[in-house]
């Protein structure tokens, strides 16, 4: 009987020590069996690999109840003293939620938002977020940077993106409205996938009949599209339009191993260069490429053609239309073109981030373009008969 006292001493002593032991974690806030863990993974590319860890610097998740009204939020972020997303193991941990069936919405850039604000980039600004100024998960609502401009000929105002020569921060969306169910009596666990928002397109434009004659200085390049306004389910409100301009230009030339570039431009048109300085409008002799690195909102490919995305590029003495292509079936030609992968077109879209196109003029008018993504061998060639 002894022994057996013993022993129920011993399993009691043990209890509290895991009681005592959990308890602290708590404190450390590492994995313990209590609350809500939120893991984010960011696989939705065509790379198909979770690159959370590597790219993402900021996520806030916001809490809602079955009902959708606004909980609360949290948020975690890299800085300069710790960067916890930064390792596989990273897991959101939410305390003190009361028992009860929630919805998430998440939001996740490449910094700190407070960071993004003080940039002189467009931001993309939460113009109405729960807990802040709504209480409603329907009403979260972000909203590009523009400035009017003008009005459409269909009657609806026309924005511009001022980027001041500088890229757009990175967005990322998720989103579970499943009613996840949270006890009080065990840890419950969630992953919430994400999407990127932002695009990078790159845009390069050759003359074959006389390649020294190219030169950047001389085409404007525009992306017209209705994607600056997003909602709570990263749906657009489309009505608007926003334009586009490059945040880069220059020219290169056409060899592997100098690009064509100097401090002035006789012209009178300047842009920035990624290399640093400004692009040049001299004729060196040889043949010349022009590029445009833009970077947009996210990109719908919709059913009817008429309210796609188009991006144009315009001779400036002449007026001539050099390119005027249908953007998002133009970058999604290549949606089928991996046997491995079958793509809808909008999936494509919205997995692909960096995108090239490289479009040849032959006597001012476009033959045809070379269509590619940077982080894959894809690329398919379009004759100007085909657009």
């Known amino acids: 009987m002894a ?26 806030r590492d994995d313990c069996p209590f609350g809500l863990y ?5 696989d939705y590319n065509l790379q198909r690999a979770d690159m959370f860890n590597a790219h993402v610097g900021e996520v806030t998740l916001y809490i809602f109840d079955e009902d959708g009204q606004f909980v609360r939020s949290q948020t975690d972020a890299n800085t300069d003293d710790d960067q916890p997303l930064e390792c596989p193991c990273y897991k959101m941990h939410i305390l003190g939620l009361p028992e009860g069936r929630y919805q998430f919405i998440a939001l996740a850039g490449q910094n700190q938002y407070a960071q993004q604000l003080l940039t002189d980039r467009a931001k993309f600004r939460r113009v109405s977020e729960p807990g802040v100024n709504v209480t409603d998960l329907e009403a979260l609502e972000i909203v590009l940077d523009r ?16 980027h001041n020569d500088l890229p757009l921060d990175t967005l990322w969306h998720g989103i579970d409205l499943r ?6 009596l065990h840890a419950t666990y969630d992953t919430i996938s994400l999407v990127r928002d932002t695009k990078k397109i790159n ?40 334009l586009y301009t490059p945040h880069a230009l220059w020219n290169s030339d056409d060899r592997s191993d100098s690009d064509s570039r100097s401090a002035g431009d006789p012209a009178g048109h300047h842009g920035s260069s990624p290399f ?35 991006l144009e590029i315009t001779h400036r003495d002449t007026g001539t239309e050099a390119v005027r292509v249908d953007l998002p079936d133009m970058l999604s030609r290549l949606a089928n073109y991996d046997d491995l992968h079958r793509y809808s077109r909008q999936e494509f879209l919205d997995r692909g981030y960096d995108y090239n196109l490289d479009f040849f003029l032959k006597g001012g008018q476009l033959k045809y373009v070379n269509i590619s993504i940077s982080v894959l061998s894809w690329s398919i060639r379009i004759q100007y008969e085909d657009l």
Not at 147 to 162: K, M, S
């Open 3 to 28: 022994s057996l006292r013993y022993m129920c001493i011993a399993a009691a002593a043990a209890v509290l020590a895991l009681l005592a032991g959990c308890s602290a974690m708590h404190t450390d």
């Open 179 to 184: 009613g996840l169910e949270v006890s009080d």
């Open 276 to 310: 640093g300085g400004e692009y040049s409008a001299s004729r060196s002799g040889v043949g010349r490429i022009a590029h445009a690195d833009f970077m947009t909102s996210r990109i719908i490919y919709h059913d009817d053609a008429a309210d796609d995305a188009i």
């Open 203 to 242: 845009v390069t434009l050759r003359e074959i009949d006389d390649p020294s004659t190219m030169d950047v200085a001389d085409y404007q390049f525009r992306i017209i599209d209705r994607n600056t306004y997003l909602l709570y389910d990263n749906s657009l409100l489309e009505d608007h339009y926003a």
């Open 147 to 162: 400035q009017l401009r003008g009005q459409h000929t269909d009657g609806l105002p026309i924005h511009e993106v001022v």
């Open 38 to 42: 939120v893991t984010f993974k960011y």
